[in-house]
């Protein structure tokens, strides 16, 4: 069964430094996201990719992350200067279409920021 | 935005029980997904099922559209059924695929 990954598990780094989380969509996908759970909290929405253009974003997202989708595969969030309440578990999605559609989670990327 | 919320926030069973969690919702939806949070933290699809009734072995969920809210059924549960269960939607009115998550309902089962 067609499924999404995620690269790395887990990741540790240090207050300031840069952070690339990857993700390999489903192939046939055509919408990728990215999401966010703090510790203990409820998964929160962080953007949408399509067309290689970000279609909504949250007002967590803000400048210090990014969006990429570098190649036809991998889908890539990057956090430019992490500060420790950035640690979290983040999960990459995929589906078909926008609307009316099942959305697949890979299984997430815990980071810690010390 | 689109209000979800999730009942109970805990649960605790004895194995062999069943139960009933409850998500509702306060605008139209297009999509609504039932998601199962191990306790390594991965979240497993178990319902998309914006409107009717399906079911997965002893678990089974029903949305009712009209009525704004959705309802996971497990029966016979087993301690591997621990974990977070969140229900998310998808607004009527989004075009993007944006999912909005309620607080989940924590579930122990005791053996």
């Known amino acids: 069964e067609p499924e999404v990954t995620q690269t790395p598990s887990h990741q540790v780094t240090q207050m300031g430094q840069e952070v690339i989380l990857r993700c390999v969509p489903i192939s046939n996908h055509l919408y990728f996201y990215w999401y966010r759970q703090i510790l203990g909290q409820k998964v929160e929405f962080l953007v949408s990719f399509y067309n290689n253009e970000i279609s909504e974003k949250s007002e967590i997202f803000d400048d210090q992350f990014s969006v990429e989708r570098p190649d036809g595969s991998n889908f890539t969030l990057k956090i430019r200067s992490t500060k420790l309440e950035d640690s979290a578990m983040y999960f990459c999605?995929?589906?078909?279409?926008?609307?009316?559609?099942?959305?697949?989670f890979g299984q997430g990327t815990r980071l810690t920021v010390v | 935005g689109i209000q979800v919320e999730q009942s109970p926030p805990d649960l605790i069973l004895q194995e062999g029980a069943n139960s009933t969690l409850r998500c509702n919702f306060s605008d139209s939806v297009n999509n609504l997904q039932w998601f199962h949070q191990n306790p390594w933290g991965q979240l497993i699809n178990l319902f998309y099922i914006p409107s009717g009734t399906k079911q997965n072995g002893r678990l089974s969920a029903t949305t009712v559209a009209t009525e704004r809210y959705s309802l996971l059924y497990i029966s016979s549960s087993q301690t591997t059924d621990s974990g977070v269960y969140f229900c998310a939607v998808l607004h009527g009115s989004s075009n993007t695929g944006k999912l909005i998550f309620g607080q989940g309902t924590t579930l122990q089962v005791k053996p």
């Open positions: 999605a995929s589906s078909v279409e926008d609307r009316v559609t099942e959305a697949f």
